[in-house]
């Protein structure tokens, strides 16, 4: 680095980012130590505290927002140098090393503005409480669902009671879910005209207008919820979901009759289900005098 300084001066320089480091921890969720979490990375998302002031007019950002990759160890610490001064989000997602869900974070974080803009104390946060992830199992009642279709219609799951419904939580972005809407859109067709069941796919895009224009395109013409984006909706949360397509039938009580539901085996639980409520109905029908 070259200073230039004239005769008797002084000249104050600063080497290197701005910012400050931040160190934290994530816990259990009861707020214990984390052990033998696989390591994994985590995004640190800088929001623009100028792009909502409160009077639905958006502001010009006065700086491109940064998000900043780190490491999270086994133990749940993390330590990140030169943050920025200004609102982060913290989002992660925990396995163990035998690849199980542990839970999420997603925490609001903010740095202070710092004189001269750079500083080496460390910003330590208070601990941060994983989200577990539930493991919704056959037989537990599905968790309601309250939401707008794609068209703004207001959606309420437990409305479709005394149905059979196919829950599917899927995105544009996602290849695996294009590939399974041939399926789904085939046990639509075949069982459109029955009273006793419906199909519900729930987008979990970032943008209404994305998964709108698809399913337009793709004439996916079954009830098509809006979830928003992943990290924003507690729903997939709710429901143990950590991968897409993940789809559930439901059945006319609003518990879980089958889950991880993908191609032929799709195919079978829906039939195996509606073939059952047929024989029943033409059982009590043989035993009318």
């Not at 999270?72 to 035998?98: H, M, N």
């Not at 004189?115 to 199992?137: H, K, Y």
């Not at 590939?179 to 987008?203: C, G, N, Q, W």
């Amino acid at each position: 680095v070259r200073v230039n300084a004239t005769a008797g001066g002084a000249i104050t320089a600063n080497i290197g980012g701005n910012g400050r480091p931040v160190a934290g921890r994530i816990t259990t969720a009861d707020g214990g130590e984390l052990e033998n979490a696989n390591p994994t990375s985590a995004s640190l998302a800088q929001r623009d505290p100028d792009k909502d002031r409160g009077d639905g007019k958006d502001a010009e950002p006065k700086t491109t927002p940064q998000t900043i990759i780190l490491n999270i160890g086994e133990d749940g610490r993390f330590r990140v140098e030169e943050v920025a001064p200004g609102p982060y989000t913290l989002t992660a997602q925990i396995f163990s090393k035998i690849g199980q869900m542990l839970g999420r974070v997603e925490q609001e974080i903010v740095v202070p503005e710092i004189p001269g803009g750079r500083t080496s104390e460390v910003l330590d946060l208070p601990p941060i409480a994983l989200v577990p992830f539930d493991d919704l199992d056959v037989g537990e009642e599905a968790p309601e669902i309250v939401a707008e279709q794609v068209t703004g219609e207001p959606f309420k799951l437990s409305d479709l009671r005394g149905r059979f419904v196919l829950l599917d939580f899927w995105a544009t972005w996602c290849g695996p879910c294009i590939a399974e809407m041939p399926t789904l859109k085939s046990v639509h067709e075949k069982y459109e005209d029955r009273d006793d069941f419906i199909v519900v796919s729930m987008s979990v895009d970032a943008e209404r207008e994305t998964a709108a224009d698809f399913i337009k395109r793709q004439k996916l013409d079954w009830t098509q919820v809006f979830l928003g984006e992943w990290s924003s909706s507690p729903y997939p949360t709710k429901y143990g979901v950590f991968g897409i397509p993940a789809i559930f039938l439901i059945g006319p009580d609003g518990r879980v009759l089958a889950k991880n539901l993908r191609d032929e085996k799709l195919k079978e639980e829906v039939a195996k289900a509606l073939d059952a409520v047929a024989a029943k109905e033409s059982g009590e029908a043989k035993k009318e005098p």
